[in-house]
Nanobody, 127 residues
């Protein structure tokens, strides 16, 4: 069974940092899209950052570019999201996503490319 388990969320004051982890099991991601999406109350889900585990190309939304970094550890089958300079606008439920179809790297920024989703981890940033 393919599963993604997120960890690392929590509450933080503005300007602080958090690192989210997404541990994958049941599938070895090499040549696939993996990413982080978020959804705030009353808002639509949006892409935060994605990575193609084969090409190692990354994509960031404009709102997090320069503050967040997505990375992968192939040995651990894990993807990380390092979040620095957190802002109240970053408050949301963060979801890890992955796909098992070997999508091309240009598909990675789009939510419909993904067929496996984690349960989510809450990030709350106070001013």
């Amino acid at each position: 069974q393919v599963q993604l388990v997120e960890s690392g969320g929590g509450s933080m004051q503005a300007g602080g940092s958090l690192r989210l982890s997404c541990a994958a099991s049941g599938y070895t991601y090499s040549g696939n899209c993996m990413g982080w999406f978020r959804q705030a109350p009353g808002k639509e889900r949006e892409v935060v950052a994605t990575i193609h585990t084969g090409a190692r190309t990354t994509h960031y939304s404009d709102s997090v570019k320069g503050r967040f970094t997505i990375s992968q550890d192939n040995a651990k089958n894990t993807v990380y999201l390092q979040m620095n300079s957190l802002q109240p606008a970053d408050t949301a439920m963060y979801y890890c996503a992955a796909e098992t179809e070997g999508r091309r790297r240009w598909s990675c920024p789009f939510a419909d490319a993904y067929n496996v989703w984690g349960q989510g981890t809450q990030v709350t940033v106070s001013s």
